[in-house]
């Protein structure tokens, strides 16, 4: 298994159904070498990050040209992350510890390093709640005459971006995990060397204090590669397996093999993006195969097999592959072109990208609702559609003193972030409201 993108295995992104899907063979060589990890800005599809021998790189025009000031990790970088709504913050998965960089790969802080032959084997992100991540953490066990392994060893959880982690209690061994909110949902496996191994497939509804046992796609038999959930539908799953393509719309209490047919197992994998239930992109041994509806029909590219890591852009439809040759693009977006979704304004005309947590009572973050009014404004509700919370302007105030201007009104007290990123010259602003705060802010210097 290969660890790339949003969580474990071969990690592909899903486009948004109502942009329709792009070519599944339209891929283009953009960059010969070699990458271990790859992962898009969901907010501005042209900004790219690559791990390579030398550390982490980022592209802001689709991987043309590539920028020298990006902080350097270890060239053991594993797994690159972009946070869905701060978008400026990314995630990696670096030798045995986890790293955050809130200003677009500059520069990296340690988050958790679990200790002496211990790592870190792959990092989830809650796509509704994004500062809630999971951390799985593995262990090297060596065993006479067998050599040494990493085996898995505890699963911990963060609900405030990494600052602090707390374990939880899975029975078995994860092969995947997947969090939408208070669902989360995990592939298991037990035994192993000298017993049999049967697998299984757990849930959780309380944000995985408790797990219980479903139903796992395609059986006990058969070893699950990863199992993903839609962040506007919970209940909505997809996972691979080594028996094929497996869609739930229960939580996992049943299963349907909507991919009957293609070269799909277990190191295939799906990953929705924000907004998309229904096109979805997946990276198998033959090639990437594409489908509109949920996986009812498919189209697919047998000219980029070998695909060892995959991320498709929102809506336009802007994907990346590397292989071991290279790093490939599917399509294209204009430049300074945001992707709305059901948590992001795009305003300005389309270049800026304005996005929302809010802090709950327990701590935790939630991504606002946004809704789009005009070009240039929008607002967001946080606990229901009918309540409005914040109302965003930008406006082009550069014939008066040369900046873009940024305003916004609110109408709750609550604890928020607002960020918004110019997605033609990657700049981002932050402004922050503290709890008991009844706030508006005129910027008129802001980009």
Same mark, same amino acid.
């Given at each position: 298994?290969?660890?790339?993108?949003y969580a474990?295995g071969v990690?592909?992104?899903?486009a948004c159904?109502?942009?329709?899907?792009?070519?599944a063979?339209?891929?283009?060589?953009v960059?010969?070498?070699?990458f271990?990890?790859?992962a898009?800005?969901?907010a501005?599809?042209?900004? =790219?990050?690559?791990a390579?021998?030398?550390?982490?790189?980022?592209?802001?025009?689709?991987?043309?040209?590539?920028s020298?000031?990006?902080g350097?990790?270890?060239s053991?970088v594993?797994?690159l992350v972009?946070?869905?709504?701060? #978008?400026s913050t990314v995630?990696? =998965?670096?030798?045995s510890a986890?790293?955050?960089?809130?200003?677009?790969?500059?520069?990296?802080?340690?988050l958790?390093?679990?200790?002496?032959d211990?790592?870190?084997g792959?990092l989830?992100i809650?796509r509704?709640?994004?500062?809630?991540l999971?951390a799985?953490i593995?262990a090297?066990?060596?065993?006479p005459?067998?050599?040494c392994y990493?085996?898995?060893h505890?699963?911990?959880?963060?609900?405030?971006a990494?600052?602090s982690w707390?374990?939880l209690?899975?029975?078995g061994?994860i092969d995947?995990? #997947?969090?939408?909110?208070?669902?989360?949902?995990?592939?298991?496996?037990?035994?192993g060397?000298?017993?049999?191994v049967?697998?299984a497939f757990?849930?959780?509804?309380d944000?995985?204090?408790?797990?219980?046992y479903a139903?796992?796609?395609?059986g006990?038999?058969n070893g699950?590669?990863?199992?993903?959930c839609?962040p506007g539908s919970p209940?909505?799953i997809y996972a691979?397996?080594?028996a094929g393509? *497996?869609r739930?719309?229960?939580g996992? #209490?049943?299963w349907?093999?909507p991919?009957d047919?293609l070269?799909?197992?277990?190191?295939?994998? #799906?990953v929705?993006?924000p907004?998309a239930?229904?096109?979805?992109?997946?990276a198998?041994a033959?090639?990437?195969f594409?489908s509109a509806?949920g996986?009812?029909?498919w189209?697919g590219?047998?000219?980029?097999?070998?695909v060892?890591?995959?991320a498709?852009?929102?809506r336009?439809?802007?994907g990346?592959?590397?292989t071991p040759?290279?790093l490939?693009?599917?399509g294209s977006?204009?430049?300074g072109q945001c992707?709305?979704?059901?948590?992001?304004?795009c305003?300005?005309?389309g270049?800026?990208?304005?996005? =929302?947590?809010?802090r709950?009572?327990?701590g935790?973050?939630?991504?606002?609702?946004?809704v789009?009014l005009t070009?240039?404004s929008g607002?967001?509700?946080?606990?229901r559609?009918?309540n409005?919370?914040?109302?965003?302007k930008?406006l082009?105030g550069?014939?008066?003193?040369?900046?873009?201007w940024?305003? *916004?009104g609110?109408l709750s007290?609550?604890?928020y972030?607002?960020t918004v990123t110019?997605?033609e010259?990657?700049?981002?602003?932050?402004?922050?409201?503290?709890p008991g705060?009844?706030?508006s802010v005129?910027d008129?210097?802001a980009f």
């Amino acid at each position: 298994m290969k660890t790339l993108g949003y969580a474990r295995g071969v990690v592909i992104a899903a486009a948004c159904a109502a942009a329709g899907p792009a070519l599944a063979d339209a891929w283009n060589l953009v960059q010969t070498g070699s990458f271990r990890a790859l992962a898009v800005n969901p907010a501005a599809p042209n900004f =790219v990050y690559v791990a390579t021998d030398v550390g982490v790189r980022r592209s802001d025009d689709g991987g043309a040209t590539w920028s020298d000031g990006v902080g350097r990790l270890s060239s053991s970088v594993r797994q690159l992350v972009v946070d869905p709504v701060a #978008s400026s913050t990314v995630y990696a =998965v670096s030798g045995s510890a986890v790293y955050r960089s809130v200003d677009r790969a500059a520069s990296w802080s340690l988050l958790l390093d679990p200790g002496t032959d211990r790592r870190i084997g792959w990092l989830t992100i809650d796509r509704l709640t994004p500062s809630v991540l999971y951390a799985v953490i593995q262990a090297n066990a060596c065993i006479p005459q067998l050599g040494c392994y990493w085996l898995f060893h505890a699963l911990e959880k963060s609900t405030d971006a990494g600052a602090s982690w707390a374990e939880l209690t899975v029975k078995g061994a994860i092969d995947s995990l #997947s969090a939408s909110g208070s669902n989360v949902y995990a592939a298991t496996h037990a035994g192993g060397l000298f017993t049999p191994v049967r697998y299984a497939f757990q849930r959780s509804t309380d944000g995985g204090q408790s797990f219980e046992y479903a139903t796992p796609p395609g059986g006990g038999e058969n070893g699950v590669g990863e199992v993903v959930c839609d962040p506007g539908s919970p209940n909505v799953i997809y996972a691979t397996s080594w028996a094929g393509l *497996f869609r739930s719309s229960d939580g996992g #209490s049943t299963w349907s093999a909507p991919a009957d047919g293609l070269p799909v197992d277990a190191n295939s994998v #799906s990953v929705l993006a924000p907004g998309a239930t229904q096109t979805i992109f997946v990276a198998t041994a033959a090639g990437v195969f594409v489908s509109a509806d949920g996986g009812d029909s498919w189209r697919g590219s047998l000219s980029l097999p070998d695909v060892t890591g995959l991320a498709v852009g929102a809506r336009a439809g802007v994907g990346y592959a590397i292989t071991p040759g290279g790093l490939y693009r599917l399509g294209s977006a204009p430049a300074g072109q945001c992707e709305s979704t059901p948590t992001r304004l795009c305003l300005g005309g389309g270049r800026f990208a304005a996005e =929302v947590w809010w802090r709950k009572n327990d701590g935790t973050t939630v991504s606002g609702r946004a809704v789009g009014l005009t070009a240039d404004s929008g607002y967001f509700w946080f606990f229901r559609d009918s309540n409005v919370e914040l109302v965003v302007k930008i406006l082009d105030g550069r014939s008066n003193n040369g900046h873009y201007w940024v305003f *916004f009104g609110a109408l709750s007290n609550v604890q928020y972030t607002l960020t918004v990123t110019d997605t033609e010259a990657g700049g981002v602003r932050t402004y922050e409201n503290s709890p008991g705060t009844l706030a508006s802010v005129a910027d008129t210097g802001a980009f």
